[in-house]
């Protein structure tokens, strides 16, 4: 069972920017795909970023960009100009092909929380 940990949330104004970090416990973390999604209070949980096994990379907003250094075993989330929107708790996702739904992956952080002021 790998254990995913977030860190690199906080408070932050608009349009100042964050990279959060995920790093895995797990073995074998270049052979999985990773996804970032987030909860904001009220909302259903919504995609954010995703990235392949291989680096292939896809977001939902050109203001993110996914990484990952797997002789770290991490993924990174770099979040710009962000909004006040943007509030919510960002959890990464560990799962063996990479996609939008969040059901195609078997392991989650506790996710990191992201507030964002006006």
């Known amino acids: 069972q790998v254990l995913l940990v977030e860190s690199g949330g906080g408070l932050v104004q608009a349009g100042d920017s964050l990279r959060l970090s995920c790093v895995a416990s797990?073995?074998?973390?270049?052979?999985?795909?990773m996804g970032w999604f987030r909860q904001a209070p009220g909302k259903e949980r919504e995609v954010v970023a995703a990235i392949s096994m291989s680096g292939g990379t896809w977001q939902t907003d050109s203001r993110f960009t996914v990484s990952r250094d797997n002789a770290k075993n991490t993924v990174y989330l770099q979040m710009n100009s962000l909004k006040p929107a943007d509030t919510a708790v960002y959890y990464c996702a560990q799962g063996p092909v990479v996609s939008s739904n969040e059901r195609q992956y078997t392991s989650w952080g506790q996710g990191t929380q992201v507030t964002v002021s006006s």
């Open positions: 797990g073995p074998n973390f270049s052979n999985y795909a």
